[in-house]
């Protein structure tokens, strides 16, 4: 028998990682080649028009997978049956701005998308955040919708592995495909830590194989702060890479890791690593049978210790302030 299509919920549809995610789901690439996808679009009213736009060209596309669009403003419509939803729709900073500076603006959004994915999504229901500041937009988002597993919320910190693994490759010569265990810790901000004590390079420590020099002076920030480099550089916040972080992190969720690796996301902390619980934190995970569970065991020297209490005490910051404007 046919395989029945999964629901995949995409909010700010219109938007330009919306142009750029929805045609790479609807191709197979967020679950797989063997999953067919129903589309529902999520956008504010004014936008609806130019999601129809991009649901046409959807269907010009003629995918094989793509078993249906549905196109709306209403949250509760477009959250009804989903399987997967994503929650890119928010807006972008602009030059000069720092992503927490949009929780006032966009957290706003997170809170009614929480009460209707509680009302009537999926029992399988998988939740990414993209829209910024990601991490605590995401917890909004979990604290509204209560009858969900809270494990079921998370938030993207792929792209900055992603960046973290293209630096690190350009600086050793080495494809990505050589590089294993790369973390990102704390938050979607400046103040995220991209760990090269743990991530490997055939086999090997990385911080061995690199200057400590670069790693505290080069990498950390160029990790850290390529978000504002790309919009000064394109005067427009990072898409098409944002939406191949959002299909990887999905893929791998739906699908696992691979066995001897593991990738980073935003997820509930348990309180590992220190990490008070309930702020949804960035760690090393693996995912297996649709699961994600934090690595556990990794020891952490003082200079690792003292970037992540600095990310996760921003990210008590945020939290504290989005409590303060009755967000949660
Ligand atoms: N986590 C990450 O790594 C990462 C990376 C890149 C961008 N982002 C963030 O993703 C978000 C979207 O970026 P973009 O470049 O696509 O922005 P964009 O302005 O091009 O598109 C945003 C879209 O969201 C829609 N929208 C606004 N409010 C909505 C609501 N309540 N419901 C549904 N749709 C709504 C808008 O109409 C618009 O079409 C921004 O917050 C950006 O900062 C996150
Ligand atoms: O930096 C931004 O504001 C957009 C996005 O979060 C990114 O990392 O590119």
């Not at 998988?126 to 988002?141: D, E, M, Q, S």
């Not at 604290?143 to 900055?160: S, Y």
């Not at 080069?218 to 990072?238: D, L, M, Q, Y």
Request: some cysteine; overall charge negative; aromatic content about 6%.
């Amino acid at each position: 028998m046919a395989q029945a299509p999964v629901n995949v919920t995409v909010t700010g549809a219109a938007g330009q990682i919306g142009y750029a995610l929805l045609f790479r789901i609807a191709s197979g690439q967020l679950l797989g080649a063997d999953t067919p996808v129903r589309l529902r679009l999520l956008e504010i009213p004014q936008a609806v028009k130019a999601a129809e736009g991009t649901a046409m060209e959807l269907s010009d596309c003629a995918f094989p997978l793509l078993a249906g669009i549905d196109i709306t403003d209403n949250a509760k419509q477009a959250f009804d049956g989903a399987n997967v939803a994503l929650l890119v729709g928010a807006r972008p900073r602009t030059k000069g701005m720092e992503r927490g500076d949009l929780l006032e603006a966009n957290g706003g959004i997170f809170k009614p998308q929480g009460e209707a994915i509680n009302a009537g999504a999926a029992d399988d229901i998988k939740v990414l955040v993209v829209g910024n500041p990601a991490n605590t937009n995401a917890l909004i988002a979990q604290r509204h919708a209560p009858d969900v597993p809270a494990e079921r919320f998370t938030a993207m910190t792929r792209l900055d592995q992603n960046r973290a693994l293209a630096q690190l490759s350009a600086k050793l010569s080495v494809p990505v495909t050589e590089i294993r265990k790369m973390t990102i810790w704390g938050n979607h901000s400046a103040t995220q830590y991209p760990d090269l004590f743990h991530a490997e390079v055939n086999g090997r420590t990385a911080a061995e194989q690199v200057e400590r020099e670069w790693l505290a002076d080069e990498f950390i920030p160029t990790v850290a702060k390529r978000g504002a480099a790309i919009i000064e550089a394109r005067g427009a916040s990072s898409a098409a890479s944002a939406a191949s972080a959002a299909v990887d992190h999905v893929y791998d969720w739906v699908n696992g890791t691979a066995e001897g690796d593991w990738t980073s996301a935003g997820v509930v902390s348990d309180g590992s690593y220190g990490v008070p619980e309930g702020l949804i934190s960035s760690f090393p995970v693996v995912s297996k049978n649709g699961a994600w569970q934090i690595v556990q065991g990794l020891e952490l020297d003082e200079f690792s210790r003292g970037r992540i209490d600095a990310s996760v005490r921003e990210l008590a910051e945020e939290r504290d302030a989005v409590a303060k404007l009755g967000l949660i």
